[in-house]
């Protein structure tokens, strides 16, 4: 039931990325950031990942009981991981209703699955520091605490964990 995403997959996949954006960081993260205009913003990111733009990934979905687009997994190269680390989960997003059914950990599989038939060596992710869901994952599914940032998002500052596993 999980496949990889592909362009008639768009506007789902922006949907969703926004309405799990708002389930998981409403009242945590500036509310521009969760508005529906977002979704334009998403379909044009989906866009340029799929058509090959922003260099290899794997993008997988997956479908809720009712055969509705309700989670998207991206993993690609490093682009924002510290030092010595190649290859991050960019987004991985389920929807609540279909949350904690081991889903997210058959997506987190097949990403480390991809990483390592690329000859990566680890596997990074960021997390909000107030999403301890998404840390309580990280850590059940052996990651361990790489490191800790803090990022402007528009007037506020977003503080965030990074989370690893090395060997992927
Ligand atoms: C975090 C997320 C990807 C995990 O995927 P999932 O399919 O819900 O999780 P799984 O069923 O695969 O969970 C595997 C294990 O991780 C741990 N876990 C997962 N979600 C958890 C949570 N919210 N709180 C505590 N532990 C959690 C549990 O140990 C779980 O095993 P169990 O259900 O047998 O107890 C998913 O819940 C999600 O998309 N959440 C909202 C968005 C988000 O936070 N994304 C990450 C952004 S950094």
Redesign the pocket.
Known sequence: MIRQATAADIPDLARVHVE?WR??YAGHVPEALLAPERVEFRARMWTAILAGGEGPYLALVAPDDRGALAALGLFMPASEAPAGWDHEIRS???LRHI???????AMLAQGRDWVRARGGRNLM????DA?T??Q??YR??GAVEIARREVPAGNATLAEISFGWDPV
Do not use: E, H, K
Request: aromatic share 12%; proline share 0%; net charge positive.
């Open positions: 799990a389930q998981t991985l997003y389920l949350q904690r059914r081991g889903i997210g950990a992710a960021w997390a909000l999403n869901g998404a309580d994952f059940a599914t």
